[in-house]
């Protein structure tokens, strides 16, 4: 389907410009315990040199995690998440690196800080409907926000699509109490929180109803490495890029705009061709 356009202001930084060329969001967890790279990346130095390897492989945006959501993950103290971000954004806008940052966090008050020290975008995976404080510091800050659903109550039976519209006016209710410009909200359907695999896979075929239904706000595509793949695959972490590749390509395809990926230079050449397939390629 033809991809819808939206201009995002940052604060700090030139606007996001989302439309037929999607932008790819590297992960960076600074975490000992991520389902796929924990522990890789949680040292300053180590995650500065892993930054700049994703903006060369062709990443637009730094999404920065201090806590695993892996089912069974404990909980991080707040001190704690950020004492592992923190000096991190401090090293790359130190370093001089420019791109937007985003903080992966559930906690207000470490979205706060980072957005202080140079963060640009909030990465919520409670979707504003964990603390209310997320989407007033957004608001307050001018921040884009990305929603990520995650409603524990899902089950088995759950109806995919429906449910997950109806949930996401609830994020959009929060949004608006706290001042939040809806056009500043960014989805993300959450694939492998609470979902089966039936349910990941229906997900993905109807992101373009998803789309069509929140016509103003971007999609974030989030499949890499994860469970619907593996299950399927039966294999590791480090043996899905292809699965991820072909969920991104499909994503892409059914409207999505900005995909979370760990594997930024292979994602980056298959969006690529997935644009020149849909739209011809760059004239020279």
Do not use: C
């Amino acid at each position: 389907m033809p991809h819808t356009t939206h201009t995002i202001p940052l604060r700090h930084r030139p606007p996001l410009v989302l439309g037929q060329r999607a932008l790819v969001m590297g992960i960076l967890n600074v975490t000992p315990d991520s389902f796929s790279d924990g522990g890789t990346h949680d040292h300053v130095d180590a995650a500065l040199a892993h930054a700049r390897q994703m903006l060369a492989e062709g990443a637009d945006i730094i999404d920065i995690g201090g806590e695993s959501t892996r089912p069974g993950a404990e909980p991080v103290p707040v001190q704690v998440e950020l004492d592992r971000i923190m000096p991190v954004i401090d090293a790359l806008r130190a370093a001089g690196i420019t791109a937007p940052i985003s903080i992966d966090t559930m906690k207000p008050l470490v979205a706060h800080q980072a957005l202080e020290a140079g963060a640009d975008i909030v990465n919520d995976v409670n979707g504003l409907q964990g603390a209310p404080e997320m989407a007033e510091i957004a608001a307050v800050m001018g921040a884009p926000i990305i929603a990520m659903h995650w409603d524990r109550s899902w089950t088995a039976d759950t109806d995919p699509l429906p449910a997950m519209l109806a949930w996401y006016e609830a994020t959009f209710a929060a949004g608006a109490a706290a001042g939040l410009d809806p056009a500043r909200i960014i989805l993300d359907p959450g694939f492998g929180f609470t979902k089966t695999l039936t349910q990941n896979y229906s997900i993905l075929r109807q992101l373009a109803d998803l789309t069509r239904a929140f016509p103003d706000n971007p999609l974030l595509v989030g499949t890499s490495r994860k469970s619907m793949i593996g299950k399927l695959l039966d294999n590791q972490p480090h043996q899905r890029l292809p699965g991820t590749i072909a969920t991104t390509v499909q994503g892409y395809e059914r409207g999505g705009h900005i995909f979370r990926v760990h594997d930024v230079a292979a994602n980056s050449d298959a969006l690529r061709v997935a644009e020149a397939t849909l739209y011809n390629p760059p004239t020279a």
